[in-house]
């Protein structure tokens, strides 16, 4: 970790309760250093900034950050911060869970305030397993896989959360991985300033207890595969990708270079994107669409009564 990171961590976290209980090469301590350089790089003050988790292993961090923080039940992380939205429209509030956590125990809550379109960061962390309640399959869970309470390999489809938020109206939608960090953290800055509900599915590692029952223990190993089971979703990186390290080189060090309209026709590789997904920039939050409404019927009300005042007066005279 670079120093300035280092430094700038410290201003945003409760170094009381450091160390964290992740195992070490566990992923969510990249992840929770993208939030709190997003949330710094914004000039957002702490004050301001609420962060709601639930239970599992992404649940701890709620705990580590120095925001105002809600450690809620399993499951029902964005009801509890749906209420502190509608409560406190006026904070930033970022939902951190965990693929079980967000997608099987609390799927309802998840799609409801997809739903009504509630104004939050919500981060749903997928390491493919329940980790910190023993190895369990979860929604995410690749068909094929061993976990503990699938011995001979689970034959589930698993869920697709960018399908989910698409049926569910969310306006905007991306995916990460803990492998590329710098658009990790460029991708929560850029969900901080959406209208509505912002998700970012972040690919991770459990090598702990996936990777281990699945022959990858490392986690270096876990975290190297997801340039093989991810890809850029952008268009012009994918072309620039493709091109020489420099203008007079005639191939890169991954092989010769690639004319980039050759790519124009080229079937895509079966792989999860990563990156912005889908963005709608013209959505309006509910927060702010209810006080707007409120303060439309207060506006109604006061002009009715200064009408009633003003003909009662005119009776009078």
């Known amino acids: 970790m670079k120093l300035q990171t280092s430094l ?25 250093s993208s939030i709190v350089q997003a949330i710094h790089y914004q000039g957002l003050k702490k004050d301001d900034v609420a962060m709601v988790s639930g239970i ?14 809600i450690h809620t039940t399993h499951g029902r992380a964005p009801a509890f911060a749906t209420g502190l939205k509608m409560a406190r429209p006026e904070m930033t509030v970022v939902t951190v869970m965990g693929d079980g956590d967000a997608m099987s125990i609390g799927g309802n809550h998840l799609i409801s305030a997809m739903r009504r ?3 939050m960061v919500a981060i749903v962390v997928n390491n493919n397993i329940y980790g910190l309640t023993g ?97 850029r979703s952008n268009p012009a990186l994918n ?3 493709a091109r020489p390290l420099r203008l007079t080189a005639t191939e890169s060090e991954y092989g010769q270079a690639v004319n980039p309209a050759a790519l124009d026709h080229v079937i ?10 889908f963005e709608n920039r013209s959505s309006v939050g509910f927060s702010r669409r209810y006080y707007s409404m409120l303060r439309k019927i207060q506006l109604e009300k006061k002009k009715a009564g200064l009408k009633e005042k003003e003909g009662t007066s005119d009776d009078g005279n």
Not at 16 to 28: H, K, R
């Open 56 to 69: 599992g292993c992404t649940g701890r961090m709620s705990g580590y950050t120095d925001f105002n923080s």
């Open 135 to 231: 190895g369990q399959s979860s929604p995410t869970t690749p068909s094929g896989s061993r976990t503990t309470t699938a011995r001979h390999r689970t034959i589930e489809r698993p869920m697709n959360l960018e399908v989910l938020a698409r049926a569910a109206g969310a306006p905007f939608f991306a995916r990460a991985t803990v492998n590329h960090t710098a658009s990790l953290t460029k991708l929560v800055e850029r969900a901080l300033n959406i209208s509505g509900f912002a998700l970012i599915e972040i690919v991770s590692n459990c090598h702990v207890l996936y990777g281990k029952m699945n022959d990858r223990p490392e986690a270096a190993d876990m975290i190297a595969d997801m340039d093989r089971t991810t890809r």
């Open 8 to 32: 700038l961590l410290k201003d945003y976290m409760r170094t009381e309760m450091l160390p964290t209980t992740w195992c070490p090469g566990c992923g969510l301590g990249i992840i929770m």
């Open 239 to 241: 072309r620039r990708a």
């Open 117 to 119: 379109n509630i104004d």
């Open 268 to 277: 895509p590789e079966d792989r999860s994107g990563r990156g912005v997904i």
